[in-house]
Structure formats: C-alpha cells, structure tokens
C-alpha cells in the first residue's frame, strides 16, 4: 500500500469520527427534548420578538417627535419671512422660549393635567414631574412625553404669529406658559387622556381626533383669535375709513423654507401619532401629503382668480391648510378623501383670510387663524364626513360637538388671560417701539444691522 493510499484512508476515517460526533450528540439531544423544553423555546422567541417590537416602537415615536421639534424651526421661518426686518430678533425669541418654557412649564404640570389619572373625565390629578416614574419604573413615560411636549409648543407657537409685531414680550412668555399648563392639557385630557393614564368625556363619546386638528391647532388658533382682537391691529394696518393696507413681508424665501420644514414636520406629527411601528404609517404619510398638495394648488387657483396673480403667500398657507385639515382624519380617511379635504381647505383658508382682514378688521399678519382655528375646525369635521367607517350623523354631531367645546374653552379662556395681562403686566408694546421695531425695543440689538434703515 502506498503512502498515498495509507493517507487518504486516514483521512477519510478521520473525517468519519469527526462528522460522527456532532450528529450523535444532536440525535440523543432531539430524544430527550420534551415538551415542555420546546414550549419553552417558542415562549422565549415570542419574548425577543416582543422586545424588537418594543424597541422599534420607542425609537419611532423618538424619531416623530424629533421632526416634529423641528417644526419650531419651521414655524419661526414662516413668522420671521411674512412680518417685517425690525422685528425679526423678537419672533426668533418667542419660538425659542416657547420650547423652552413650554417644555418645563408641560413637565412640571400640563403633562399631568393632560394625561394623569382621571376620575371625573375632565383633567388629570396625578403624574407631575414624572411622578409616575418614581412609582411605576415606567420607561415609556419617557419616550410618550417626549412626543407629547412638542406637541404642546405648537399649540403655544400658533398665537405667536397672529399677535406678532406688537407684542410685549413678558407678556408672551406668561401666555405661553398658561397655554401650555392649562388650556391646552385641559383640553387634550377631554380628548385624548386614555392614550395614557387618563380618560375624557369627549374621547367616550366617540370623538375622532388622531393627531390634533382640533386638540392642538384650533385650540392655538383660537387663542390666537382672542389675542388679535384684544391686541387690535399694527399701527398703519388700516386708513381712516377702515381699508386694509397691505403690511409686506421682509423675506418671502424664509417664509417658503418654513412651509418645507413644516410639511416634513407633519409626516412625524401625522404618521408619528401611532406611537407604534408599524404598517398604518405608510397610509397616514400618504394621506398627508395628498392633503398638502391638493390645499397648496386649489389656495393658488382661489387667489389667481381672486387676486389676478397666483399669489405666494396665499399658497403658502394653502400647504399648511391642507396639512392641518387632514391632521384630525389622516388614519381614517381614504387618499380620495385626503384629496378632497385639502382641496376644500385650501379654498377656505384664502376667504377666511379675507374676511379676518377685511370684514372682521382683525390683523393676523401670518393668517394663522385662518390656518389653524378655521381649518383644523374644518377638518374635524371632516374626519367624520369621511370616515372610512361609513357616513353617520351621530359621529359628525360628536366632531361639531369637540368643535364648538374647542372654540368656546380656548377663545374664552385666552380672552381671559388676554385681557388680565392687559390691565397687569401690559400686552402691547408703545407706539414709538411698535414703528422703531421690537427687535430694539424689546431685546437692545437687531436682526440685520448692516442694513440701512429707512423710516
């Protein structure tokens, strides 16, 4: 016998012994597994499975709010591009305190008002300053207020743009506290406290909100709404005899970037109001986006006809009507539905534009009533309209039901609050620092000082 020979039957015995072993060893393994072993297996990837779904569902909900925190940025651009230069400084300090203060201020109490164990249906009593950690080891606190509070600063944000260009601002801080301690968490536990430890009379009642048409922007646009009347138009708004005069914008290209922030925004506003990861998303995104762009081309049609021009600020505010028509509805409409709410919301946020300026001769420098309090009232009801559940009269009686509670506790109690900062601290600012520009007046320095001034 060759060596050869001799080394290949070595080998080949080798690799035998070798390949004996592991399917030995698994064979007595597979006769003594029992039952209760193989249950115990399948009991243990249900768990992994879990976790990897609770994991995405924290960082999806992270991620929406996020984008959604980025719609400060957004909102400060359409405020800071439609008023004028010598008030720049202070709008970008309102939308930076109002995150700031909103966020401790919403910490401290709102959260709890809003989502806080509810016993009567009407505000929460318990879980301030995370209380509900200390007791509970609850990680999800975390990740759900995380979304919560953004929300909180846009409903504060919206009034800032309605009372812009005249307002004190101390003034504005204490609004924007109240806003975000009391009438928004009030309000949002009546309609949206079970998504937590609460429950609200209007959420039992079947009221269909999925992401805040009404809790967050008509709830802003109507203390908005409160604030201009009280507040009363910019110097030079209106001749003798009660015309509007058109108070340009110093720069429509931030004004057009911040639409762009905001529409991004929405997609976690929207599909980010699941708080779970998982396929509804995809139809929310397309729901908002077919909404957006319906309102930004049927605004644009409304004012060419009616302006002779296809006016950009008006289409503007078209994207956004849409956006905030479709916020209430994006879960339970169709995309044909979406289509047709946007569109309807873009014609209405032209004329409600008009009618503000011209017949109610209230000054809203970024239409943010029109926006906000008209249309998310508009899409409200919408949502029941359309509900892919069938038409019923029951349900849009509910949704004109939040409607009407939404105008009647936010207008009235702004109004309130308007007025006492009034006789108080003072809400507007004087004459001579209105014409010099808040920028100065109110903060010492300005937005673009190598830019000649002009009277």
């Known amino acids: 016998m060759t060596k050869i020979k001799r080394l290949l039957i070595f080998t080949g015995v080798f690799l035998g012994f070798v390949l004996l072993i592991p399917t030995s060893a698994l064979a007595q393994e597979n006769s003594t597994r029992t039952p209760a072993v193989e249950q115990q297996t399948l009991e243990s990837l249900s768990t992994k499975i879990a976790d990897v779904q609770s994991n995405a569902d924290y960082i999806w909900t992270l991620v929406a709010a996020f984008m959604v925190f980025f719609m400060q940025a957004g909102f400060a651009m359409v405020e800071a591009g439609l008023t004028r230069a010598k008030n720049t400084v202070n709008i970008l300090m309102k939308n930076l305190m109002d995150f700031s203060v909103g966020s401790i201020v919403y910490w401290a109490f709102g959260f709890g008002i809003m989502f806080g164990v509810n016993q009567t249906g009407w505000f929460g009593t318990d879980g301030f300053f995370f209380s509900d950690f200390a007791k509970d080891n609850d990680q999800w606190l975390f990740a759900f207020w995380m979304f919560q509070v953004v929300f909180a600063a846009t409903a504060a944000t919206i009034v800032s743009g309605a009372m812009a260009e005249r307002t004190k601002f101390i003034s504005y801080l204490i609004y924007s ?32 909100d999925f992401a805040g048409s009404t809790v967050v922007h008509s709830i802003g646009g109507w203390a908005a709404l409160a604030g201009a009347i009280v507040l009363g138009p910019r110097l030079g708004k209106y001749t003798k005899d009660g015309k509007p005069k058109a108070i340009p914008g110093h720069n429509l290209t931030l004004a057009a970037l911040g639409v762009f922030i905001l529409w991004f925004g929405w997609y976690g506003f929207n599909s980010g109001s699941t708080t779970v990861a998982n396929k509804d998303i995809a139809l929310i995104a397309v729901t908002t986006t077919l909404a957006a762009a319906a309102g930004s081309i049927s605004s644009m049609i409304a004012a060419w006809y009616i302006f002779k021009k296809p006016e950009a600020t008006m289409t503007f505010n078209g994207a956004l009507a849409g956006l905030v028509a479709i916020t209430a509805g994006c879960a339970n409409v169709s995309p044909v539905s979406a289509v047709i709410i946007g569109t309807l919301a873009g014609i209405l946020v032209v004329l409600s534009v008009l009618f503000f300026e011209r017949t109610a001769k209230i000054d809203d420098p970024v239409g943010a009533i029109s926006v906000h309090g008209v249309c998310g009232a508009f ?52 004459p001579e620092e209105e014409l010099e520009g808040l920028d100065i007046g109110e903060h010492g320095l300005e937005c673009y000082p190598e830019f000649e001034k002009v009277s």
Do not use: C
């Open 177 to 208: 506290a109240v806003i975000s301690i009391v009438i928004y968490p009030i309000f949002g536990s009546w309609a949206w406290g079970s998504l937590f430890h609460g429950g609200g009379w209007l959420e039992k009642l079947g009221f269909i």
């Open 379 to 430: 899409g409200t009801l919408m949502a029941g309209v359309f509900d892919k559940n069938g038409f019923s009269f029951a349900t849009v009686g509910v949704q004109a039901l939040g409607v009407g509670t939404a105008f009647v506790w936010s207008f009235g109690m702004a109004y309130l609050l308007f007025k006492v900062l009034q006789k108080t601290v003072g809400l507007r600012v004087t």
